[in-house]
């Protein structure tokens, strides 16, 4: 273990003194990331803002009801009604979206709401980003045309309109706060925990194997009297702690901005996330998460010829846990026997399910079980890969 320290120190030495693995792990997770999400929400806001302020002239077929709904909507956030003269050149109109949306009224209409009977109105829009919220602007407005609609029916009657709702409906909630938050958030941190770990370790483990190589710097490793199980447990430890500490610092600091953002709004809400169980537990799946990364990353890259090609191996294994990440957070995903076998995703889980204070002990026992079974099977096969020496200098 003396000699695996005095690597691990040497790796660390040449990692501080390295500019690129300073900003990958320490820079861009504090200062990069929070400053992505602040400005995607401020321009994202400022385009929502923009468009649903936007004055909206929507064309009405037949064109005598535009005169109607105008004198109902009295430009009611900025919208107004335009005639227009036939079907097929207002769908055109919306198809190439010269106009976000359009009305046309069933040619029964009249006779419908004269007898009584319901009048069909279609919504013409194009499934844009524009054209979703502009249309869901129109439907707001003509739910209001519909309940004046149904005001002035219910008063030619003489009937309330409790006449048609014996039932009044209310849906409660009664889930704890802690069971809402770790529901909702629980599964965005999970992905982005050990997303981050991963994409923290990459870059390391790629220098760590595959650079080494490509440098000729791991031949004067070698020929040291340290044997080569110390140099691929000093390389591991640099690799998982490089993996800890983008993770770590990138909740951190994307926490706080969230924390400082909402705090103010629903204190109990956020308060609840930062219990310590809360913490402890991710910290606790963090670690052989990282170790699990770290071993089959480091193994990968010592088995690659060249960075480029250490690249190439790492690639499928970012997609796949990107996948299962999101499977993680999707409704429904429980966590059982089978599930608990897999690794990285039992822990997604069992964080997620942990947040919300629904965790079975013993699925909890065997995700640890099988995150450390995993990871000393990656470490098992990168000690194979590192004492052949046809694997480090194969060409």
């Given amino acids: 273990?003396?000699?695996?320290?005095?690597?691990f120190r040497k790796e660390l030495r040449e990692a501080l003194r390295d500019r690129r693995t300073v900003l990958v792990t320490f820079i861009l997770?504090?200062?990069?990331?929070?400053?992505?999400?602040?400005?995607?929400?401020?321009?994202?806001?400022l385009q929502m803002s923009e468009v649903k302020g936007r004055a909206l002239a929507v064309p009405v077929l037949p064109g005598e009801k535009a005169v109607e709904l105008n004198a109902f909507v009295e430009e009611?956030?900025?919208?107004?009604f335009t005639p227009a003269e036939e079907e097929a050149d207002l769908r055109r109109q919306v198809q190439?979206?010269?106009?976000?949306?359009?009305?046309?009224?069933?040619?029964?209409?009249?006779?419908?709401?004269?007898?009584?009977?319901?009048?069909?109105?279609s919504l013409l829009y194009k499934e844009t980003a524009e054209g979703t919220l502009q249309a869901r602007r129109i439907r707001?407005?003509?739910?209001?045309?519909?309940?004046?609609?149904?005001?002035?029916?219910?008063?030619?009657?003489?009937?309330?309109?409790?006449?048609?709702?014996?039932?009044?409906?209310t849906l409660e909630n009664v889930a704890e706060v802690r069971e809402e938050s770790g529901e909702q958030l629980g599964g965005v941190l999970a992905y982005f925990l050990f997303f981050l770990c991963l994409t923290g370790c990459m870059s390391t483990a790629v220098d760590q194997g595959a650079g080494e190589k490509e440098r000729g710097t791991l031949e004067t490793l070698l020929s040291?009297?340290?044997?080569?199980r110390s140099v691929l447990v000093g390389k591991l430890g640099l690799v998982m702690?490089?993996?800890?500490?983008?993770?770590?610092?990138?909740?951190?600091?994307?926490?706080?901005?969230?924390?400082?953002?909402?705090?103010?709004?629903?204190?109990?809400?956020?308060?609840?996330?930062?219990?310590?169980?809360?913490?402890?537990?991710?910290?606790?799946?963090?670690?052989?998460?990282s170790l699990v990364l770290a071993s089959l990353l480091l193994g990968c890259s010592f088995f690659a010829r060249s960075p480029k090609e250490a690249q190439g191996y790492l690639s499928p294994i970012l997609m796949a846990l990107a996948l299962g990440l999101v499977v993680a957070m999707l409704p429904g995903t429980e966590l059982n026997v089978l599930?608990?076998?897999?690794?990285?995703?039992?822990?997604?889980?069992?964080?997620?399910?942990?947040?919300?204070?629904?965790?079975v002990g013993g699925h909890v026992a065997l995700t640890f079980v099988s995150l450390l079974g995993f990871s000393a099977l990656a470490i098992w096969s990168t000690v194979r890969l590192v004492e052949r020496e046809a694997t480090l200098f194969r060409d």
């Fill in 29 to 45: 997770p504090v200062f990069f990331y929070p400053l992505i999400v602040l400005v995607m929400g401020y321009f994202s806001s």
């Fill in 241 to 289: 702690l490089a993996g800890l500490c983008s993770s770590l610092l990138s909740i951190l600091s994307l926490g706080g901005l969230a924390f400082l953002g909402g705090a103010a709004n629903n204190p109990e809400y956020f308060g609840s996330l930062l219990q310590v169980s809360n913490v402890a537990l991710a910290i606790a799946l963090l670690i052989p998460v």
């Fill in 339 to 359: 599930t608990a076998l897999i690794p990285v995703f039992n822990a997604a889980v069992v964080l997620r399910e942990g947040m919300s204070g629904s965790l």
């Fill in 224 to 228: 040291t009297p340290m044997d080569q």
């Fill in 140 to 169: 707001d407005l003509l739910k209001r045309y519909q309940e004046a609609e149904e005001a002035d029916r219910f008063r030619a009657l003489g009937l309330l309109p409790s006449a048609v709702e014996p039932i009044d409906l």
């Fill in 96 to 121: 190439a979206e010269e106009v976000p949306a359009a009305l046309l009224f069933d040619e029964q209409f009249e006779r419908a709401q004269a007898q009584g009977g319901t009048g069909k109105i």
């Fill in 1 to 7: 273990m003396k000699g695996a320290w005095t690597v």
């Fill in 76 to 80: 009611y956030d900025g919208i107004s």
